[in-house]
């Protein structure tokens, strides 16, 4: 089908963050968008106000004849009566990725792709570029705070960034340009079965791009790779690497080399080893394609960040952040960010882990990970799209946290717990609905 002759298209599941995204990008263009999702969100409301219809009730007569495509995310069940009514209905349908795909045929396309940090880097690849250039359309994982969108639009861009999600091998439907691998961390090992899966499935995707390839350094070492690339990090022996760096009131200050070519004079406010690679990886892209020097200097003392990465709550007497992070890693990173924010701060840290499957298979890296906080209350799992295993539960998983204090708490009991201890450091962390209890928790420490 081309696209560009839709007239209207059906979401199924649009208040995902990558659905959403394409609910935009089409919209954008003059089409008529309609949609079903199960729960109404700030998100949905805003698509509404918007334009687009959206309804929250499983109903499949509310599949419009009249649609030339029906998009739908993989985590729509089987069982839910429109989508067995779209089967049935004739109309053409595609997933999110393959949509994603041929918009990549059409445009010249960056893809940001890893297990970590994607989100991140490809809102600072999007930002900077749109500062630089005021040229480029960006799918991002998460909202932008600079722009209170996942989604921006330019009519004459000249490239668009999108983010690569490994999930159900969603990335292999694209056909980059250039692209970004920030990580390769095994992860989703229900789709992939094994590391080694997981790691040829990136493979897979590095040979999709026809340009360039920036990588991480620690991933470079695990890939086979023939195209071109280059590599980046903070350690020496990067092709491309923040060196000088300096630290002075929240502002992260340095320089970047490019292999051997040194530009002067970048700050960040954004915290955290993890966050100064991810913006390493977006300038090593903005620098290949010839960008402006200054102007992505300036861009960068502009980046707001992305919502619940990283993002402070309350930043007074009492500290509160709240963040994504739902893989052992990217919570190791998090902490280490925290303790060099405030490093006379003791931590309370309220987990809510996502996924059964990634409980089971990563129990005891969660453990560790979560064991440098000093007290850690547990949430039940997130189920998403699983059905609960037997013995994987977050009881479980606190036998495996090495903290002066670990309990599993209901959400209710929690926001309790936090109004009467008011602890001087609170940090909130995952990828389900925990971030409903964010303004809870925050009246409850401003009481």
């Known amino acids: 089908m081309n696209l560009e002759e839709a007239k209207h298209i059906y979401f199924l599941g649009i208040g995902g963050i990558g659905m959403s995204a ?78 994603l795909g041929e918009i990549t045929k059409l445009e010249r396309t960056i893809g940001v792709a890893g297990t970590h940090g994607k989100t991140t880097t490809s809102a600072i690849l ?9 040229k480029v359309n960006g799918f991002v994982g998460g909202i932008m705070n600079n722009y209170k969108t996942n989604f921006i639009q330019s009519k004459d861009a000249n490239y668009t960034v999108i983010e ?6 969603s990335f292999l439907q694209l056909h980059p340009y250039a692209g970004i691998i920030t990580s390769v961390d095994a992860d ?53 690497m923040a060196v000088n760096i300096g630290q002075n009131q929240g502002v992260t200050s340095f320089d970047l080399d490019f292999k051997g070519t040194l530009h002067e004079g970048f700050k960040v406010t954004l915290p955290g080893r993890h966050n100064l690679e991810n913006i390493v990886a977006a300038l090593g892209v903005c620098v290949q394609l010839g960008l402006n020097i200054d102007l992505l200097r300036q861009g960068l003392q502009t980046f707001e960040g992305v919502y619940r990465r990283f993002e402070y709550k309350l930043k007074d007497d009492t500290i509160f952040i709240d963040d994504y992070a739902h893989h052992p890693n990217e919570i190791s990173s998090l902490i280490s960010a925290v303790k060099e924010a405030h490093p006379n701060k003791k931590i309370t840290a309220v987990f809510q882990p996502h996924l059964y499957s990634r409980t089971r298979d990563y129990m005891k890296d969660f453990g560790k990970a979560l064991s440098s906080c000093e007290t850690v209350y547990l949430l039940p799992i997130y189920p998403a799209r699983e059905r609960p295993i037997p013995g994987v539960d977050s009881n479980k998983l606190a036998k495996e946290i090495n903290a002066d204090k670990v309990e599993v708490l209901t959400k209710k009991a929690v926001v309790k717990r936090i109004g009467d201890e008011k602890p001087e450091l609170l940090v909130t962390i995952g990828a389900g609905d925990i971030s ?12």
């Open 22 to 99: 394409l609910a935009r990008y089409f919209h954008a263009r003059g089409v008529r968008i309609s949609g079903y999702d199960r729960v109404k969100s700030a998100l949905t409301e805003n698509l509404e106000k918007q334009g687009m219809e959206i309804h929250y009730k499983d109903n499949p007569h509310k599949i419009p004849k009249d649609a030339d495509l029906i998009i739908y995310t993989p985590a729509i069940p089987s069982d839910l009566g429109e989508w067995k009514a779209a089967l049935s209905s004739g109309v053409l349908m595609y997933k999110r990725s393959q949509v």
């Open 126 to 134: 999007t930002h900077l570029m749109h500062y630089a250039t005021g």
């Open 164 to 169: 690569a999600d490994e999930y159900d091998r």
């Open 188 to 240: 989703h090992l229900d789709i992939y079965e094994s590391e080694k899966g997981f790691i040829e499935g990136f493979e897979s995707f590095a040979k999709l791009i026809s340009g360039f390839l920036v990588i991480h350094n620690d991933a470079e070492e695990k890939l086979e790779l023939k195209g071109t690339h280059y590599t980046y990090g903070l350690e020496e022996g990067a092709d491309i």
């Open 436 to 447: 409903k209890l964010v303004e809870p928790l925050k009246e409850e420490l401003t009481r």
